[in-house]
């Protein structure tokens, strides 16, 4: 019996049918989608409220919460935690990508436990810090139990913090606190005093802040950026230990930084003493001296922090020439090595009164009892009445008489003037804050919409399995028809397989993107209760352990025998 092209497409769209008709039943089984609940400060997981402190902490109803002060995190007596046997972690195997997206789809929880400028002493924070070359080892060694399946470390000057993902939050809490506790060699007791913790939403909501600049000491300072996308790039090394939902946050961490800087104007503005010197000077040189601030002769007397971080700002104004005086040379020319790109001229002070006298602006910051320019030494050194010079003084004690504005064309300001500077950028700061964070929300809102989404992804995986089984069963019934007539070449027979698969893939497709698409959490369980009760995926699981798979195959069975008795009559009409 030799088939034509009209059969073969009658009998692929009789099993087609087949595959839609037998899953669309009544909604006979429900799935029992578990709840994300959101564990907020403090550990919180599910519906239930962990008590980590001796104390129960009830969760909050805000989505976004701040950072407590002091909040306890760990577990334990009074005593530095015992030590543990060190695994060798060099010799983790790095998870594939469809390890990490299985495992992400577990229901893994995001959380931060750490200590920073606001809640903990230097004394502490020193404790705990760790180079940057060794953040992967220490988040490897976190995760080394297996308690953990994601960290990631943050160590700055100003803050110490973890990053970490598991399913338990009760036994990742304790393993990370042991991990503090045993590197800092400090009792529990000490840790809660220092240390914060944060879940879910307000885990992401406080990494945010932090890469926006919101949680530094000075508003909007850029550095922090920097370090967190430092902290990104290395959890994603090969010996990183970042996984799929963490590397995510951290990525969209520094997104939400960069868009805060970019669209806010909260990095502009002067907010420490050297830059606000530098601003002001640039801001008066026309109006002081009648003289651009570019085409201005500069100076600065002293060569310590103070000076480097002062050189700093004016090359990032494009810097191209500047003389130093100073009582040694040796700091001088190790500030002489640090900008290459800049010509330092080095003079001794011997030669102070020459270089300010051929100088337009002159910087002070060297350490002295007393003063070292005045009214009287100007008048002196034949400075008094010539051409406009501006002094701008930001030593403590100060450098700077404030005589020195008696002299005629001298404008000399100091750190007073300065600090007026600080704090109208900084107030202008604070009102950027606002616009910082509505963005910032947007950026949280993402990260939590695309993490709930992956709750969908072990639903979406039985509806394709089911659909291929299926789509298997009825295929492999038309091609043995086929193969016995030998009417069909190889090349053919792969067009069948791949016409078949593209019928199902495009039924699943509304399915798919609906179950991906959902709003919220709320929308996505009862979709996936919805298509789980549709498709009788409950009963598929079911089947996999072995408790009704007889009476599924006698029932697929039936439904062939039907289906094929139906090609045959179609085929014979």
């Known amino acids: 019996m030799r ?15 087949f595959s839609a008709n037998s899953f669309v039943t009544k909604s006979s089984a429900t799935c029992n989608g578990s709840n994300s609940g959101t564990m907020r400060t403090m550990v919180a997981t599910g519906d239930q409220d962990i008590d980590v402190s001796s104390k129960v902490v009830k969760k909050r109803p805000a989505r976004f919460g701040s950072v407590g002060r002091g909040v306890a995190a760990g577990v334990g007596r009074d005593t530095p935690l015992g030590q543990r046997t060190h695994l060798d972690v ?3 195997r790095k998870k594939t ?8 789809s577990k229901g893994l929880q995001v959380h931060v436990i750490g200590l920073s400028i606001h809640h903990a002493s230097v004394e502490v924070r020193e404790k705990l810090a760790v180079p940057e070359a060794d953040w992967n080892a220490a988040s490897n060694d976190i995760c080394s139990t297996g308690t953990v399946s994601e960290a990631a470390v943050l160590s700055t000057c100003n803050r110490f913090e973890v990053y970490f993902a598991a399913p338990n939050a009760r036994e990742a809490v304790a393993r990370v606190t042991e991990y503090l506790g045993r590197r800092s060699g400090l009792p529990v007791s000490e840790l809660r005093k220092n240390i914060f913790m944060l879940s879910g939403d307000d885990a992401v909501w406080h990494l945010m802040r932090v890469s926006g600049g919101l949680d530094s000491l000075v508003v909007g300072e850029g550095q922090i950026l920097s370090q967190v996308r430092q902290c990104h790039l290395h959890s994603i090394e090969e010996d990183g230990s970042g996984g799929k939902v963490l590397s995510r946050m951290l990525e969209t961490g520094v997104k939400a930084g960069k868009r805060v800087r970019s669209e806010t104007a909260i990095s502009k503005g002067s907010v420490s003493i050297s830059s606000a010197a530098v601003e002001l000077s640039e801001m008066m040189s026309q109006k002081d001296l009648n003289l651009p601030f570019s085409e201005a002769r500069l100076a600065v007397v002293g060569a310590g922090k103070m000076t480097r971080l002062l050189i700093t700002h004016l090359a990032s104004r494009g810097l191209e020439k500047i003389t130093i005086v100073n009582r040694s040379m040796q700091r001088p020319q190790e500030l002489a090595e640090q900008f290459p790109d800049i010509d330092i001229e080095i003079k001794l002070m011997d030669d102070l009164w020459n270089v300010v006298g051929r100088s337009d602006i002159v910087y002070t910051a060297a350490f002295s009892d007393g003063y070292i320019v005045d009214k009287a030494q100007m008048q002196e050194n034949g400075l008094a009445g010539g051409r406009p010079m501006m002094l701008v003084d930001i030593g403590v004690p100060r450098n700077v008489s404030p005589d020195s504005n008696d002299i005629e ?19 202008m700061r604070q009102k950027e804050m606002i616009e910082a964070e509505f963005l ?6 993402s990260f939590c919409n695309w993490r709930e989404s992956l709750a969908a992804i072990p639903t979406i995986n039985q509806l394709q399995e ?8 009825e295929l492999n019934k038309c091609t043995k028809k086929l193969s016995q007539n ?11 397989e791949r016409l078949s698969r593209g019928i199902v893939n495009k039924l699943l497709h509304g399915p798919m993107s609906h179950l991906r698409s959902s709003d919220n959490s709320v929308d996505q369980q009862n979709a996936i209760k919805e298509l789980s009760a549709m498709f009788r995926l409950d009963d598929e699981e079911v089947d996999r352990r072995g408790g009704k798979r007889g009476r599924t195959r006698k029932r697929l069975k039936f439904h062939s025998l039907q289906e094929t008795q139906g090609s045959r009559n179609s085929i014979q009409n």
């Open 3 to 17: 088939f034509t092209t009209a059969t073969i497409l009658t009998m692929l769209s009789t099993a087609t049918a």
């Open 90 to 92: 060099g010799d983790k």
């Open 97 to 104: 990508k469809e390890e990490r997206l299985q495992l992400a």
């Open 409 to 427: 064309n001298c404008m000399a300001y100091n750190v007073d003037d300065l600090k007026a500077v600080v704090a109208k950028n900084t107030a």
């Open 440 to 445: 910032l929300r947007e950026e949280t809102e």
């Open 466 to 473: 089911k659909a291929n089984i299926v789509r298997e069963e």
């Open 486 to 496: 030998h009417n069909l070449s190889d090349k053919e027979m792969e067009a069948v």
